[in-house]
C-alpha cells in the first residue's frame, strides 16, 4: 500500500465523516457555475463557413454576397390586433388601433425606432379580423437578456395601452420569438436543474 493509496484512504474517510458538508459545497458551487457560467450562445458560433479556410468558393461568395448585400441593422416586430371578443373589426376598432400605435411612438420605448399601421389593405387580414401594427426595433435579434427584457417591457406597455378597449393583442418577430425561446428554455434548465440536484 503506497502513499496513493493512504492518500485516497483519508480523502474517503474524510468525505464519509463530513458528507453533509460536501454535498451543500457541490450544490453551492453548482448553483454558483449555473448562474455566473457565460451562455453558449456568447462563446458559439452557429455560422459554418467561420470553420471554412478563406480559400474556399463558398467562404468567399459568401464574403462578396456580405458585402454587397449588408443587413439591414433593425429587425421589425410585428403586432397584431383583433377584437377580443372575436368577429370583424369596425371603424372605430381601426381609429383605436391606430391611436395604439400613435401612443406606442409617444412611449418612446427604449430601441423602438418606429411604429406605424393603416387601415388599407396592406395592414388588415383579408377577413377583416386583424390589423397589424409594424414596430422597428433597433438591433438584431439575439435572446439574450436584452431580448428578454424588452419584449416584457413592450408586451407590459401594449398591455396597459389596450385596457378598456375591447380589443387583443399578440407579439411576433424576431427578437419576441428569440427572446419567448431564451425564457423557456431558462424555464426548462431551472426544472432540469432542481430535479437533477434532488436526485
Known sequence: ????????????????????????VWVVVSVVITTFAPKLSSVTSSDQTSFLPSKYESVQAQKVGEKAFPQTKDDTEILLVKRAAGGKLTAGDHH?????????????????????????????????????????????????????????????KVKQLVSGTGLTTRLTGNI?????SNSQFSNTTKIVTMATFAL
Open 176 to 180: 419576441a420569438n428569440n427572446a419567448d
Open 96 to 156: 383605436t388601433i391606430q391611436t395604439l400605435a400613435n401612443r406606442l411612438r409617444s412611449a418612446k420605448l427604449a430601441r423602438v425606432q418606429a411604429v406605424r399601421t393603416s387601415d388599407s389593405d396592406q395592414y388588415i387580414s383579408k377577413d377583416g379580423t386583424a390589423q397589424m401594427i409594424q414596430i422597428t426595433v433597433k438591433g438584431q435579434a439575439t435572446g439574450d437578456t436584452k431580448d428578454v427584457n424588452f419584449v416584457k417591457t413592450l408586451r407590459d
Open 1 to 24: 500500500r503506497g502513499k496513493g493509496f493512504n492518500m485516497l484512504n483519508k480523502l474517503g474517510n474524510f468525505i464519509t465523516k463530513n458528507r453533509w458538508w460536501v454535498i451543500a
